[in-house]
């Protein structure tokens, strides 16, 4: 038997799968930014509750959702390396420092250059803006030192 003639079966519970058919299932980068709006949404109202905890716990959110989505593209991963750096360090900055001011320009800056690049990608329709509301099943204030 060939290394070529070898098939790796797996079980996800429901079905026996090769390693190929499995590779399939997984998501790419339209399911996993789509996955990252409601987590901007979020990053953005608790920065602006000034939940500094919790917006740190977004940040971090946004930011891995990011490296797999480089690691899932790797057209993508020089960009979007450069993009964590360069865009989001500035928001994580301005979180650790618990400035307002510098979360409101980092965050608007970050939003900006990440509709440049749908723009450079030839995405000129995917441009994101963060919802004018609050999201409604998250309690903003939750664990905010009064």
């Given at each position: 038997m060939s290394e070529t003639d070898h098939t790796h079966i797996v079980n996800n519970g429901k079905r026996d799968l090769t390693v190929d058919e499995l590779a399939a299932?997984?998501?790419g980068l339209d399911?996993?930014?789509a996955e990252?709006?409601?987590r901007m949404h979020r990053l953005y109202y608790a920065g602006a509750e000034g939940n500094?905890?919790?917006a740190g716990y977004f940040y971090k959110s946004v930011a891995k959702q990011l490296s797999l989505c480089a690691f899932v593209r790797p057209k993508y991963e020089?960009?979007?390396?450069a993009y964590l750096l360069e865009d989001c360090e500035p928001v994580r900055l301005a979180i650790k420092a618990r400035d307002a001011a510098a979360f409101e320009r980092s965050y608007a800056s970050m939003v900006a250059r990440a509709n440049f690049y749908h723009d450079e990608w030839g995405k000129p329709y995917l441009h994101w803006?963060?919802?004018p509301t609050p999201p409604a099943d998250l309690d903003l204030r939750a664990g905010i030192d009064d």
């Open positions: 299932t997984q998501p399911r996993l930014m990252l709006g409601p500094w905890g919790l020089a960009p979007i390396s803006v963060c919802p």
